[in-house]
């Protein structure tokens, strides 16, 4: 037998049984990258529009601010919220990441609920 050709099997052997294994965690860093990015972006889009709403009264003015920063994500699945307490407005936004890795969709779910939420003072 020749022995280069024994290893060359060996190999396509270990690489069918390692690439599997590898894609499933490319995938899963994919999917985590995508839920980090999303919660940073709605982080910025609830500290946006709660400062413009800190200066400002007009609840038009704070929902365009969190549409334009979270132009990024799906608007279809973007919910917010306004509450105004006293001298505090609370804005959270909510939205759902949906996971695109079968195995780990099957594990966690569909998707991941993230929010974002920040409460400043009126001025």
Same mark, same amino acid.
Do not use: C, H, W
């Given at each position: 037998? $020749? *022995?280069?050709?024994?290893?060359?099997?060996?190999?396509?052997? @270990?690489?069918?049984?390692?690439? *599997?294994?590898?894609?499933?965690?490319?995938?899963?860093?994919?999917?985590?990258?995508?839920?980090?990015?999303?919660?940073?972006?709605?982080?910025?889009?609830?500290?946006?529009?709660?400062?413009?709403?800190?200066?400002?009264?007009?609840?038009?003015?704070?929902?365009?601010?969190?549409?334009?920063? #979270?132009? %990024?994500?799906? $608007?279809?699945?973007?919910?917010?919220?306004? #509450?105004?307490?006293?001298? @505090?407005? %609370?804005? @959270?936004?909510?939205?759902?990441?949906?996971?695109? %890795? *079968?195995?780990?969709?099957?594990?966690?779910? $569909?998707? /991941? *609920?993230?929010?974002?939420? #920040?409460?400043?003072? /009126?001025?």
């Amino acid at each position: 037998m $020749n *022995p280069i050709r024994n290893k060359k099997g060996q190999a396509m052997v @270990e690489f069918a049984l390692i690439i *599997p294994i590898f894609l499933l965690l490319l995938l899963g860093m994919v999917d985590l990258s995508r839920v980090i990015s999303a919660n940073f972006v709605l982080d910025n889009a609830a500290r946006s529009a709660a400062r413009i709403g800190a200066v400002s009264d007009d609840d038009v003015k704070i929902q365009s601010a969190i549409d334009s920063s #979270t132009a %990024t994500l799906d $608007n279809g699945s973007i919910s917010s919220s306004i #509450t105004r307490n006293g001298e @505090e407005l %609370t804005i @959270e936004i909510d939205y759902s990441v949906e996971i695109l %890795t *079968p195995i780990v969709s099957n594990i966690l779910g $569909n998707s /991941i *609920p993230i929010s974002g939420k #920040t409460i400043m003072r /009126i001025e």
